[in-house]
């Protein structure tokens, strides 16, 4: 076994060096998440009276609880973070560490870097044991700081601590799934995507299991469950962590054992030869082929989605029937039962819609890749103009997610309509038709993006980020309307209402021709990237080829 | 050489990465007809000058007339009439080579089904393999096959042959050769120095951004020296050392550096000292070239 870990050290050290700063986003973002809940708690919510209308709205709008999960305790700081920042921040330190480990792995394979680095004097098990071991100190790193500067702006010791350490926890449980999936998937797409299809799958279970409050079974067969189990500030349990160093221990032990079976830059599924002729002559083909494993996963995730939903929607009034402060709204006529369930389908179709965006976005963004690898330039080398190129991509990316949520509406509303709540099957399709305009503005920035800036790759995904966060956290933040209006969704009309505000959709459109127009001018007039040449090459060819 | 048979032509052809300027004034000229040979050091600016040739990259300055039109303004144009070879060839992951050479002939405007398959055959290419399957040999094979398998005026390769055992390097340029006899335009960078010997009719040597040597073969061996070898009967006197130029005398033994084109003069000379052993030695090409790559050595000619 020591024979096998050769090199770890030096190779640690170097993983440390090119792609640890690739973790410090996501160090960011997490932290940001948590201190900012302590910073401005006090400030939104300074009195008792505002804390329970929190908790009133918190307790009306069940789609928070799929996100966020349970709210324990909404009347301190701390635990209004742990309720805040919890589920999602510990979302957030896995997807860094599956990254992280995919990347030092299978993409290193798939690059031919890890060859070089496999000839040289390294075990063969070492590469794996520097990625994990790196994805594990990144986590354990992140809970510290997230943990310490919560701490600093004002947060509990304990309870922020702990709530640090559970962020850490998820990082090292999805640490061993990754290296899991790094070994199955074929090239490091497949193994990435493998690992967030599990992460999504787990965070959407326990967010569904707890809010129709399913019996507590279900937490315990759920990863995620256990880490919503720790209740930093409600509580502190410590013990569940024990629980996930226990699964990250197997997971990895797995994928070891799984590494060790398989051969280098293969992936457990060996591929099979494929057709001599090819069927795909334009590139408008090309980019349907290139993006049809993604549509087939993806589609049957929004199946899948519209199903969770859809059955959430038709429980609201069980879900809203046990929150005092809506029943006493409803009786004093300050709302409508229909108005909420109205209200609520929307706000569950922007979900819908934000997800959606995310397969939309990665289209995109794969452009870059492909150009990156130089498997654009033969493609303009032949007679097929930029445009033509560029826009087969785009029609993928906003086609996909405009079915993922006609799919996942559909679904959404067959259900709704048939469970007597007031809401009928028309009502249910139109508002997801609504929703898909403002996919397409978030979608088409990315367009801008790539086909504009196309340096910096990570900004194709701000639309995204913004259309969540102001969806999702806005409302409890009384953000102004100019601030919500930011996102795309804050424009969709809540089609159940007497007066639809249809005029947004044609602003929001307006935007997305836009961001369209930037990023086809941009694409169009740009140097497409290419690879400088490598420099060892040519001496040992020149001589090779003198000697005759 | 008539002037308006040019397939490619720049002239003070200037490119910049951000602000390390990679083409320092770039004057290439392809003839119809032609294969012409593009050599030069790594980091020359080999790739860069193609990129741009392909409207892949856009040029900072100079003019630039392939195919006597735009090669950024017109591409669409241009390029159904050229194919081009990187020499790095990166295959779609899934898509077996078979079917990458197929996408890329149908977005060129269609290839020729028989040349097809007599390339496939040739070049002993498995085109069922899948992408990350194919060895690097094997994978410039389908970008050769490609590029050859549609019948174009004008042929781009950047070091196609990287990669190719000696057998496929002598099948890639049988195939050259036929194509030129069909009358096309090949523009091979290169740095297998037999390759571009047996290929090209004409050589562009670029260094560090700029064309520092166009012409034939013997039109480049023409700018470089000679060496003689001697014995002479009696020691060389002081005006004939001087009239060789760059000799080393050692009693009656020579050593003498003479530009190609004056072995006669330096003939001349020694005879009348009675020349017991002589060897002239003619550059070789990789002499030639190593005198051309060197950084220092500028000066060219007389
Ligand atoms: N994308 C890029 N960004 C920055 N510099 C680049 C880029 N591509 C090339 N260069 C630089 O421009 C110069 C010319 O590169 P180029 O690839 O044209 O050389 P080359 O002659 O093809 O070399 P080789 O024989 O190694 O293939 C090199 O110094 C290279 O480092
Ligand atoms: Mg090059």
């Known amino acids: 076994m020591s024979e096998s870990l050769t090199g770890t050290r030096p190779l640690l050290g170097a993983l440390a060096k090119h792609d640890g700063s690739r973790f410090a986003p996501w160090v960011l973002i997490v932290t940001a998440l948590s201190a900012s809940s302590v910073l401005v708690y006090p400030w939104i919510f300074p009195d008792a009276a505002d804390r329970a209308a929190l908790a009133a709205a918190v307790g009306s709008n069940p789609a928070l609880g799929l996100i966020f999960g349970p709210a324990y305790d909404l009347s301190t700081v701390d635990g209004f973070n742990s309720w805040r920042s919890l589920a999602l921040g510990g979302f957030l330190t896995a997807l860094g560490a599956i990254f992280l480990v995919t990347r030092a792995t299978r993409a290193q394979e798939d690059s031919g870097q890890a060859e070089l680095l496999a000839s040289g004097v390294m075990g063969r098990s070492s590469r794996l044991m520097a990625a994990s071991l790196l994805a594990l100190g990144a986590s354990l790193m992140l809970g510290l700081v997230v943990g310490l500067v919560t701490v600093l702006f004002g947060g509990g010791w304990e309870d922020s601590m702990l709530l640090g350490f559970t962020f850490a926890g998820t990082g090292w449980m999805f640490t061993g799934i990754a290296s899991v999936t790094a070994q199955i998937g074929g090239d490091s797409r497949s193994a990435n995507s493998m690992a967030v299809g599990t992460l999504g799958v787990l965070f959407l279970a326990r967010g569904f299991l707890y809010s129709v409050e399913a019996p507590e079974w279900t937490t315990w067969v759920n990863p995620l469950g256990w880490m919503q189990e720790t209740r930093p500030a409600s509580g502190n349990h410590w013990w569940p962590l024990a629980l996930a160093v226990g699964f990250s221990v197997v997971a990895l032990a797995v994928g070891f054992y799984l590494q060790a079976q398989r051969d280098f830059g293969q992936g457990a599924i060996a591929p099979k030869p494929g057709p001599g002729r090819g069927r795909y002559t334009t590139t408008w083909r090309l980019a349907l082929r290139q993006n049809r494993g993604p549509i087939v996963t993806w589609s049957i995730a929004f199946v899948a989605l519209g199903f969770v939903f859809g059955f959430f929607v038709t429980s609201i009034y069980d879900l809203l029937g046990s929150d005092l402060a809506v029943q006493q709204a409803i009786a004093g006529g300050a709302v409508t039962p229909e108005g909420l369930v109205g209200a609520f389908m929307a706000t569950i179709l922007s979900m819908v819609g934000i997800v959606a965006a995310v397969p939309g976005v990665q289209t995109v963004v794969r452009i870059r890749t492909e150009e990156v690898n130089d498997r654009v330039e033969p493609i303009m080398a032949t007679a097929t103009p930029r445009w033509r190129y560029y826009a087969s991509n785009v029609i993928v990316a906003l086609g996909a997610p405009t079915i993922f949520v006609l799919i996942a509406g559909t679904l959404v509303a067959v259900l709704a309509s048939s469970a007597d709540i007031g809401v009928e099957l028309g009502d249910g399709v139109l508002q997801a038709v609504a929703t898909v305009p403002a996919v397409w503005t978030v979608v088409a920035f990315s367009v801008a993006v790539i086909g504009a800036r196309p340096q910096i790759p990570v900004a194709a995904w701000i639309g995204v980020l913004l259309s969540f966060a102001i969806t999702l956290l806005g409302p409890t933040f009384n953000l102004p309307d100019w601030a919500l209006a930011i996102s795309s969704f804050w424009h969709v009309p809540k089609v159940t209402l007497p007066d639809p505000e249809w005029i947004g959709l044609v602003w929001i459109s307006l935007v997305t021709i836009v961001f369209l127009a930037v990023g086809f001018a941009g694409f169009g007039k740009r140097d497409l990237a290419t690879t400088p040449s490598t420099p060892l090459r040519g001496p040992a060819r020149l001589l090779a080829g003198a000697g005759e | 050489m008539v002037t308006g048979s040019a397939v490619i032509e720049t002239e003070g052809l200037t490119k910049s990465y951000g602000t390390f300027q990679a083409l320092k004034g770039v004057d290439l000229r392809v003839e119809r007809g032609q294969v012409h040979g593009f050599l030069g050091p790594n980091g020359a600016g080999k790739s860069t000058t193609i990129r741009v040739l392909l409207g892949l990259l856009r040029a900072d300055g100079g003019t630039v007339r392939l195919l006597d039109g735009d090669p950024w303004d017109d591409v669409t144009e241009l390029h159904r009439r050229l194919a081009y070879v990187p020499g790095d060839v990166s ?23 028989h040349r097809r398959t007599e390339l496939i055959e040739r070049f002993e290419l498995d085109p069922t393999k899948r992408g990350r399957q194919y060895s690097k040999g094997n994978r410039q094979k389908v970008a050769i096959v490609a590029a050859l398998a549609s019948n174009v005026e004008l042929l781009i390769m950047d070091e196609p042959t990287s990669g190719l055992d000696p057998l496929m390097e002598s099948v890639f340029q049988d195939v ?16 297998i120095l037999a390759e571009a010997e047996s290929l090209a ?10 064309i520092v040597e166009s012409g034939t073969l013997a039109e480049l061996r023409d700018h470089t020296s000679t060496t003689i070898h001697a014995v002479l009967g009696r020691p060389l006197d002081s005006a004939a050392v001087a009239a060789l130029g760059d000799a080393q005398v050692d009693g009656s033994r020579v050593t003498a550096q003479v530009e190609s084109t004056r072995v006669g003069d330096a003939m001349e000379v020694l005879t009348p000292f009675g020349i017991s052993s002589l060897t002239v030695t003619p550059p070789s090409l990789e002499h030639l070239f190593l005198r051309l790559y060197e950084p220092d050595d500028t000066d060219a000619g007389p």
């Open chain 2, 91 to 113: 295959l779609w992951p899934g898509m077996t080579g078979g079917e990458a050479i197929d996408l890329l002939g149908s977005l060129r405007g269609g290839l020729d089904e």
């Open chain 2, 201 to 210: 009719d004409k050589l562009s040597l670029i260094r560090d951004g700029r």
């Open chain 2, 176 to 191: 050259v050769q036929e194509a030129k006899a069909e009358g096309a335009t090949v523009l091979l960078s290169s740095h």
